[in-house]
């Protein structure tokens, strides 16, 4: 104790702090809000999915994962980057409801458990076919960027091209998911399928096809988000975990069943994280304690608040 | 209007229907009666189709339904008002109103929509709210009125005064006998309260472990020594 009452000047004197450069805080904020967007698309994924199935599903990271490889592959043939995103996001979602009907399906009704193993499996599963396809040669690949490799001076700070594309994009999508989810029947009928099963059927909503349709669009969701970060962290069968420990987080900063809860929880992480990194004296905490860190603060928010920010503690019915 | 042959139906290895036959005519009210356990759910489910019959027929006007999912038979013109009301409570009233209306392709949703609420007063007032904040009367209501934004021309109602204090079901039951009366829809009543039951409807059936035991005009069953006994409490 006493050593580290001694040692505490020494310690404090290594931390940089915003005071000695505004901009590189500027800097610091914004791109910690870029990956933070990337971390609210994959919480979204994550909510959608466990709103309206109760599960929740570890590979969805692995899933946007598989999607950017295989996208990799259009990358390599030529194909053009705008196109390659679109291409990737129709495949992810494909994907997704292809998973729903074939292996989530038949274990629908076994216990919770049950459903966590298979998507754990499906984890391990796309993580060994992708690394068995792709990661020949040399590891990690590298992405294209379909914003640019520039960065554009905002005034108080340098940002790259690729973090605004990343912004605008994360902030469309979760525009375009409001407008679905709240103006349109088909979004509704999700909804209520999520709250209701047997009255949805009464309503005569086909509650099957929206749970393949909830995973499509969770999948499509998680695949732009995978595609849109690989320029950044490089293409290896590994490159989501991270990200997809950092959603988790994020989703359940939120509240794991609200939307709004998952998105503001991923940009705070992804701030978070990032002056973490940021002003952590590097002598004594590595990068490798970034996500340590930043869970962290996951632990001291939900002791506080054990639903998470936006969540509602759920009586159910037995 | 609908005729039900001869079903059984089972969760899993239980049984609950041995063998239901029974008859709707277009235009009344019909009530199905019996204890807890009796068959009444079960029998409305396999006419919604949330339950399959392993044996025998649903036809409705003349058209076999059983085997058909239940949008298919929600379509048909069948609305199930279920047991316990199943709102979608963390919606709003507006919003389990549309959803009653999911099957519809037509246009006239929206006119529908004020029509209904004529009938529910309560709920015009309160379109904004969710379902859950609702009192149980109201939710009950609403759970009738989402029935109806379907256009059925068969209500199918299970248990609409469960957990209502007598007033309430008073009025309850003065609105499903108006919907009878002005919308012309036909109603298949499973109700607790018999004596309530039967005062509004023309026939009647009464179940017990699966099987019909007695079916008969409701003024009959009314004066009927057994009925009384088991059903009427006098």
Redesign the interface.
Known sequence: MLTLIMLAPALLANWRTPWDDWSLFGEQVVSGLATGGIYALVALAIVLIYRSTDVVNFAQGEMAMFATFAMWSLVLAGVDTWLVLIIGVALAASMGGFIERVVVRPVESAPALSVVVVTLGLFVFLNSVATWIWAQGELPKTFPTPFGTDSVDLGFARISQHSIGILVVAFVIMGLLYLLFNHTKVGLAMRATAQNPVASRLMGINVGRMLTLGWALSAAVGGLAGMLIAPVTFLHPGFMLGVLLYAFAAAVLGGLDSPPGAIIGGFTIGVVENLFGTYTPSDWLGAEMKLPLTLLVLVIVLVIRPTGLFGQARTRRV | MLKVSGIRASYGPVLALHDVSLEVEEGSIVTILGSNGAGKTSTLRVI?G?LRASAGTVEFRGRRINRR???AI??MGI??V?EGR??????SVQ?NL???A??RRDRAVKTDLDRVLEYFPILAERRRQFAGSLSGGEQQQLAIA?GLM?RPRLLLMDEPSLGLAPLVVQEIFRIIATINREERVTILLVEQDAELALSLAKYGYVLETGRVVIADEAARLREDESVRRSYLGY
């Open positions: 919604s949330l999912p239940p949008d929600v379509s609305s199930h279920p199943e709102l979608f409570t963390e919606l919003e549309m959803l009653g999911y099957t989402r379907s």
